[in-house]
């Protein structure tokens, strides 16, 4: 094999790598990772190679990583340590998210469900969770609800002093909690609480499930595993969990805003069921920020191990004869399938970055006890945003690994490449933490929600300003395709906001019930409203993050990546831009195409560097077809000749079988 073409791709960039890499994600973020994975690479524990482990001995590999973590003390809280903990958070997301999941579901899930709805009451457990004295799930789903979390079936029933929990039928089992099969310890369960004959509503509840000497189920509880399932997910336990009349103690309740007194008594000082829920759910708007991650990971290992394959891979060339073929790379369709997902590999991470800045600005207020009109609407602009840019970042991601599976051709099926079990790993991403199509829906309610106060809408990260002005048609492209994208994105937006809005009047008017419209008015309408208003934001943020990068050379070629990502989304609006009537005739799609297509080239010179300036170290990476040196066939051997081919007992079945087929056939 001639020596690898990787370098000659790489000498094509016009910046250097290291320092986009930095403008990107901050040097202290680079050093840090850098950190956690020498300190992987130092330990047996995390080296790993290709083979398919069976569940158990997946669960049992994921237990010592686990443990080797906790020892570290690596693991901080977000709040008081943000750097190390996004420096954590992201290089083990990376590495192996069943790992990841069995930490955050612990501290991230389960303990900050502890903090948020607890009180003092629950001080000593909240400090047994920081020191991992025990294992946390967190138990909302059951077998009948997922989505419609109000109406699970679980049930709290206070009697005397304590709390009895039930599963009333085979629909209120618990299921699909992580860590729950065989390590958990305690719960945050949630159940409608009875008092007094009275159903209070859901409420949320810590319970011991296990003693953590003998790993006993309590008495009254059922627990088991939910089996097998796809990528790094066979690794974490996944459990159910049932009730029978299992009693608990009364500060089982979390109790922030509501208690049971001691003379049996419910009582509340929250002003309704919705703000009661509000509370108990809010955590999981907290994590909607960390999957966004998620969804800017999976394109950033599509686009490297494809891209660095593809520079690998060679096949025809304009003339007969193997030393003419060139790079699948070269081929415009292969960069046409690749490289928007290269670009949203960064335009999402700094997009997420600044989101999580922000983010952090707004809780530092709640935490400080600032309880304003603006803060509320900050929360709502927040809740509005995550929930339309976790659908949007998770559909690419898993498209993205989709896609460079197949523009891998054959070797991107095997399991060395990584990418078929990347793409399992990042598919329950799109369903957990809120189905996507069910949280656009948050979104475009808030945006509709606004629709009367068109004009002068104001809100605390001023992603909805756009709307009070009625945007103008397409007129001509300016030299900023940019610019130009966010034009057609508002004239989108706002027009899809109208379209809805007064399809749900219409449909009120004919006495449809509100159930009824909030449903009628999702396809084509809601739906694509909160997908436009999200991705605008998305590509007006990254846009502002750009005025501020100092160095030129690497500022143009981040120019480069963030027309070629907004164009690309904006292409897939193309047939509603030309509905609600931005465009007319095929001079605005021809031309938007054309772009999109100089787009693509444009980055042909830089995207060796690019992925250089995204990818992972080759230890996390872990991808025969992407590893840095740019030798997929080596490496691909190297694994195929671990495989010594050793005579299975069966051929001898196979030669006794053949031999009685030809004699038959002589007979
Ligand atoms: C790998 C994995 C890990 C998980 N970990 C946990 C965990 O640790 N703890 C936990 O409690 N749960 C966990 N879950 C459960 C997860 O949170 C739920 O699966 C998720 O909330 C979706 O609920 P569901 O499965 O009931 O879907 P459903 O609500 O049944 O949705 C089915 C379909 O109906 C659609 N739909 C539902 N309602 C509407 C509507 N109003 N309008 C339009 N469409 C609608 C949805 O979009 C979806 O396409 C996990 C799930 C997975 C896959």
């Given amino acids: 094999m001639s020596a690898p073409l990787i370098d000659k791709y790489r000498k094509m960039a016009t910046f250097d790598w290291r320092k986009l890499k930095a403008a990107v994600e901050g040097e202290e973020h680079v050093r840090l990772k850098a950190e956690v994975v020498a300190k992987m690479k130092s330990e047996p524990i995390f080296h790993r190679d290709y083979r398919v482990l069976s569940r158990e001995e997946h669960r049992e590999v994921v237990h010592q990583r686990w443990k080797k973590i906790v020892e570290w003390g690596l693991f901080k809280d977000p709040y008081s340590d943000l750097e190390n903990f996004h420096a954590l958070t992201e290089?083990?997301?990376?590495?192996?998210?069943?790992?990841?999941?069995?930490?955050?579901l612990h501290g991230n899930v389960f303990g900050a469900a502890v903090k948020s709805m607890g009180t003092e009451r629950h001080k000593e457990l909240v400090e047994k969770i920081e020191n991992n004295e025990i294992v946390g799930a967190f138990c909302l789903t059951e077998i009948g609800h997922g989505s419609n979390t109000a109406e699970v079936q679980t049930t709290a029933t206070f009697d005397r002093g304590e709390l009895v929990f039930n599963s009333p039928n085979v629909g209120a089992i618990k299921c699909w909690a992580g860590n729950l099969s065989h390590s958990a310890t305690h719960v945050v369960v949630y159940?409608?609480?009875?008092?007094?004959?009275?159903?209070?509503?859901?409420?949320?509840?810590?319970?011991?499930?296990?003693?953590?000497?003998?790993f006993q189920t309590l008495p009254g509880i059922t627990i088991g595993d939910m089996g097998s399932k796809p990528g790094c997910w066979q690794g974490v336990e996944n459990g159910w969990m049932e009730f029978k009349n299992h009693r608990a103690p009364l500060s089982a309740l979390l109790n922030k805003g509501c208690d049971i007194t001691p003379d049996g008594k419910y009582v509340t000082s929250f002003k309704s069921a919705s703000e009661k829920q509000s509370v108990s759910l809010g955590t999981l708007s907290v994590g909607r920020l960390g999957i966004i991650a998620k969804g800017m990971m999976a394109c950033t290992f599509a686009s490297t191990i494809a891209i660095r394959y593809s520079v690998a891979r060679r096949q025809f060339g304009p003339e007969k004869g193997v030393e003419n073929e060139v790079p699948v790379l070269e081929y415009p369709l292969q960069q046409y399938r690749l490289f928007p997902y290269l670009s949203a590999a960064i335009c999402i991470r700094i997009f997420q970055k600044t989101f999580v800045e922000r983010f952090t600005e707004y809780m530092m207020r709640v935490m400080m006890g600032e309880k304003s009109e603006e803060l509320s609407e900050f929360s709502k602009e927040v809740h509005a945003l995550s929930s339309g840019a976790k659908p949007v970042a998770t559909w690419l991601g898993v498209e993205s690994l989709g896609e460079a599976r197949k523009a891998c051709g054959g070797h991107g099926?095997?399991?060395m490449s990584r990418l078929n079990t990347l793409r399992d790993d990042n598919d329950p991403s799109q369903t957990f933490e809120g189905e996507n199509f069910m949280i656009l829906q948050q979104t475009s309610n808030i945006l509709l929600g606004?629709?009367?106060?068109?004009?002068?809408?104001?809100?605390?990260?001023?992603?909805?300003?756009?709307?009070?002005?009625?945007?103008?048609?397409?007129?001509?492209?300016?030299?900023?395709?940019?610019?130009?994208v966010l034009s057609a994105y508002r004239y989108l937006a706002y027009h899809l906001l109208q379209m809805t809005a007064s399809d749900?009047?219409?449909?009120?008017?004919?006495?449809?019930?509100?159930?009824?419209?909030?449903?009628?008015?999702?396809?084509?309408?809601?739906?694509?409203?909160?997908?436009?208003?999200?991705?605008?934001?998305?590509?007006?943020?990254?846009?502002?993050?750009?005025?501020?990068?100092e160095d030129v050379t690497v500022k143009n070629v981040l120019q480069k990546v963030i027309n070629l990502f907004s164009l690309f989304l904006l292409e897939r609006h193309l047939a509603t831009l030309y509905i609600t009537g931005y465009a007319s005739g095929g001079k605005f799609g021809e031309e938007l195409r054309e772009?999109?297509?100089?787009?693509?080239?444009?980055?042909?010179?830089?995207?060796?560097?690019?992925?250089?300036?995204?990818?992972?170290?080759?230890?996390?990476?872990?991808?025969?077809?992407?590893?840095?040196?740019?030798?997929?066939?080596?490496?691909?051997?190297?694994?195929?000749?671990?495989?010594?081919?050793?005579?299975?007992?069966?051929?001898?079945?196979?030669?006794?079988?053949?031999?009685?087929?030809?004699?038959?056939?002589?007979?």
Wanted: hydrophobic share 40%.
């Fill in 413 to 415: 099926f095997l399991h």
């Fill in 91 to 104: 290089t083990l997301e990376a590495y192996d998210q069943g790992t990841s999941a069995r930490l955050f």
């Fill in 191 to 214: 159940a409608q609480l009875h008092v007094d004959g009275k159903n209070e509503g859901l409420h949320g509840f810590v319970i011991q499930v296990r003693c953590p000497r003998s």
């Fill in 450 to 484: 606004k629709v009367r106060s068109l004009g002068s809408i104001d809100t605390p990260m001023s992603t909805m300003s756009f709307l009070n002005k009625n945007p103008s048609k397409f007129s001509s492209w300016t030299s900023n395709p940019v610019d130009d």
């Fill in 595 to 667: 772009k999109l297509r100089l787009a693509v080239a444009e980055i042909k010179p830089e995207s060796m560097a690019l992925v250089d300036s995204i990818a992972p170290d080759d230890f996390i990476l872990h991808s025969a077809l992407g590893a840095s040196d740019g030798r997929a066939y080596d490496h691909i051997m190297e694994e195929f000749r671990k495989y010594t081919n050793e005579q299975p007992r069966w051929v001898c079945d196979l030669a006794q079988f053949l031999q009685k087929r030809s004699q038959h056939a002589k007979l």
């Fill in 504 to 549: 749900a009047q219409k449909l009120k008017n004919s006495g449809k019930n509100a159930f009824e419209v909030r449903n009628e008015i999702q396809v084509h309408r809601a739906v694509n409203l909160s997908v436009a208003y999200t991705e605008h934001t998305m590509i007006d943020w990254v846009q502002q993050f750009l005025k501020d990068v």
